[in-house]
């Protein structure tokens, strides 16, 4: 199937390495040497530990929204923050049972990987808004850079998570030229992956057969397939409704 197919890429049996997910390659290759089971379960594992990592994630950015922007919520006899941790199990037990999420978090897909760090980039922005540090501008946005490279769709959400972060840290007095300065270079150090992964590609026989031009035609590679994804994933009808009717409240409730 496709996760055996991902599988050996990653695993160095395709002659032809992938030009793609450069995270979690390096982590096929540090299962490698673990000397338990065959590398298909170790890996598996790996998908489920990252599946366990995203269902408490779920709960802890869940459980940390305020239930208190209507009448009705700040007039309700419940304890806020039982509301909060009910609201968080809910979550995070719809998440932990969905089919689709189940079947890549037991399979060897870097799915539930490029999840994690999606909502870890998240759980950063609480962060930023609440424990009003540099270090965690500074994270988020070294993930991001990594992300940007691990995971098409960090492209397509960058604008706003970017915004978001660059509003917190208006709120909360960080937004001074010496720490945003300092946050883009962290952005682009994780951007430099992109060079890391075509370094790496440069070095397999795999480069002199696909007769390459140079190393930054290499780079230039990893991008088009990139474009290519976000481009043929994104729905051609209706994601204007998609985006109005799920992400859109969920931003506004961030907000």
């Known amino acids: 199937g496709d996760s055996a197919k991902i599988l050996a890429a990653h695993a ?9 997910h450069p995270v979690w390659g390096s982590l096929v290759w540090l299962v490698k040497w673990i000397p ?28 940390r929204i305020a239930h208190d922007r209507t ?4 007039g309700s006899s419940f304890v806020p923050a039982t509301v909060q941790m009910i609201s968080g199990l809910f979550a995070a037990l719809f998440l932990a049972i969905s089919t689709p999420f ?17 909502m870890l980039a998240i ?26 490279v691990e995971y098409a769709t960090f492209i397509v959400w960058l604008p706003v998570l970017w ?29 430099s992956l992109y060079l890391l992964e075509a370094w790496r590609y440069y070095l397999t026989p795999a480069y002199g057969w696909r007769d ?9 590679y990893i991008w088009r397939d990139q474009y290519r994804l976000i481009t043929t994933s994104m729905p051609q009808v209706g994601w204007l409704m998609v985006f109005l009717v799920s992400c859109l409240p969920f931003i506004m409730v961030l907000a």
């Open 102 to 118: 189940w079947i890549v978090s037991t399979r060897a897909f870097p799915t539930t990987l490029d999840i994690f760090m999606f």
């Open 12 to 20: 160095g049996i395709d002659p032809f390495p992938p030009l793609a």
């Open 163 to 191: 915004i978001v972060a660059l509003v917190l840290a208006w709120m909360v007095g960080l937004m001074t030229s010496r720490i945003i300065g300092a946050a883009i270079l962290w952005f682009l150090l994780g951007l």
């Open 36 to 63: 338990l089971g065959g590398l298909a379960i170790r890996v598996n594992m790996v998908s489920a530990l990252f599946g366990g990592a995203c269902v408490w994630l779920m709960y802890s950015l869940i459980a």
């Open 212 to 220: 390459f031009q140079g190393f930054f035609q290499v780079v230039w």
């Open 71 to 74: 009448n009705e919520e700040i």
């Open 123 to 148: 759980r950063l922005l609480f962060a930023i808004g609440h424990q009003q540090r540099p270090l965690y501008l500074y994270l988020f946005a070294f993930l991001c850079g990594v992300g940007v």
